[in-house]
């Protein structure tokens, strides 16, 4: 039998992270030779290049992507990153991701990411909208409420989605909100899902920290991130009765022993863009921050931080993977050998943001609008099902947690992909 080789397109650290986990779970549940590859590899990508006038007159020309891993058992889902370092292997990943995700909590879609190659914070607002709506003009044919739904990831926004939202709608000739999600509310945008992926993750680990019998309010904790996701979770753990003793982004960080006041931090980053100087504590570097000793560590930035250098060194009981990624192989490796950490998988952990995204899509499609309370009820059913359902695959097969999430979520589509045929 011929085996294909995927083409060199994808090509990267993180690409290879996430297949080498995809052939672990294949191994671990014996799936089928005959459908590994075309579960394993995305459907299909596209490069978009973005002409962009800037404010001095001159054109600038970005490059963008968008991967849809899977569209077998609904339309494709995942956010838009802009950052410098996106490149075609990360999307394609971080697509892979979102697969397994949908997929293990239930939601009827498949996995899709893209991202454009630039730094947000160098364009001016009027740059930044017409590079949103130039990307998404360039998708339209292979976006749509029933194709493929964008939503917020790493340096994009609600704003960012109303643009996109609105490109999209003027070229239908009519309103189209169920095509993003993460809009403002204003234009359909969900009540709690600003706050759904760090709510989701506070959430988690609360119920890990009762499973592990730690009093929250004994609990301290450390966030690498300060965006959407670790704000919100800051927020949320801080509101349950958690100490956060460390916050930080792509400056640094600061850190208090005894505690951080979150809502002047998410104050002052309002105003300053960057926690540098927040009054709250000392300045810690990012490595710092993922070596304090504390009850929980969350890593809310970007892929591969926690790596075979600082896994040895880490001091914290519990490992909450809110950002996609953040565990390279081998550290996970590492951790599962140390035996001390409980460790949150990404797929489980950050899932809330993708589970009101598809609230929200529910709302835009039926034209009716749940309130906060409602959604928030939900969004913590479906978490606490699919703990439970990581649990008892854990338990059953003795996996690690990250295997047994990941067992659950690739034998589900693979088994989508089984029963259609080939096409899908
Ligand atoms: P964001 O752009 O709102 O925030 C990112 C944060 O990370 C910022 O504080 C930034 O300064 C910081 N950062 C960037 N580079 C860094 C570095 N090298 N070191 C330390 N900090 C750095 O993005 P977000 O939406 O909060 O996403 C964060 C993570 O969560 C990503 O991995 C994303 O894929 C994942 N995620 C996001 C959502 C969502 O709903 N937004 C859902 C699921 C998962």
Not at 71 to 80: A, D, E, F, H, V
């Amino acid at each position: 039998m011929s085996k294909a080789v995927i083409s060199s397109l994808y090509d990267s650290d993180v690409f290879r992270m996430a297949c080498r986990q995809f052939d672990q779970a294949a191994d671990a549940i014996n799936l089928a030779e005959d459908i590994r590859d075309r579960t394993k590899y995305p459907r299909r990508c596209i490069a978009v290049s973005l002409p962009v006038r800037r404010d001095d007159g001159s054109v600038t020309v970005f490059e963008g992507y968008r991967v849809q891993h899977s569209l077998s058992t609904g339309p494709s889902k995942g956010g838009i990153r802009f950052h410098e370092n996106v490149t075609l292997g990360e999307v394609a990943a971080l697509a892979m991701w979102m697969s397994w995700k949908c997929s293990l909590v239930g939601l009827p879609y498949g996995g899709a990411k893209g991202g454009v190659i630039v730094n947000p914070r160098e364009l001016s607002p009027t740059e930044l909208e017409h590079l949103s709506r130039r990307y998404m003009q360039e998708l339209i044919g292979f976006v749509g409420p029933q194709l493929d739904i964008p939503a917020p990831d790493v340096g994009t926004n609600e704003q960012i989605m109303a643009w996109m939202m609105d490109t999209y709608s003027n070229h239908m000739g009519h309103i189209s909100p169920g095509v993003v999600t993460g809009k403002p509310i204003s234009l359909g945008g969900s009540q709690g899902r600003r706050e759904a992926t760090g709510f989701g993750v506070a959430h988690l680990v609360g119920k890990y920290l009762e499973d592990m019998r730690i009093p929250i309010a004994k609990a301290t904790v450390a966030i690498q991130g300060f965006g959407n996701v670790g704000s919100e979770t800051a927020l949320a753990l801080s509101a349950m009765g958690a100490r956060i003793i460390a916050v930080s982004d792509y400056m640094g960080g600061v850190h208090n022993a005894k505690g951080l006041n979150i809502k002047k931090a998410m104050a002052y980053v309002q105003y300053a863009g960057v926690l540098k100087d927040f009054e709250g504590g000392e300045a810690i570097s990012n490595e710092q921050l993922l070596e304090l000793e504390c009850t929980v560590l969350v890593p809310a930035a970007l892929e591969r931080v926690i790596t075979e250098k600082n896994a040895p060194k880490l001091r914290c009981r519990l490992l909450a993977e809110a950002a996609n990624g953040p565990t390279t192989n081998a550290a996970n490796k590492i951790i599962e050998n140390r035996g001390d950490i409980e460790l949150i998988p990404d797929v489980l952990c950050n899932s809330g943001g993708v589970i009101v995204s598809y609230f929200e899509w529910l709302q835009n499609l039926q034209s009716f609008y749940w309130g906060r309370d409602e959604v928030l009820e939900k969004l913590k059913g479906i978490l606490d099902k699919a703990k439970e359902s990581v649990e008892y695959q854990k338990r059953k097969f003795k996996f690690g947690r990250r295997l047994a999430a990941l067992t659950l979520g690739i034998a589900r589509v693979a088994e989508a992909k089984q029963k259609r045929g080939l096409f899908p």
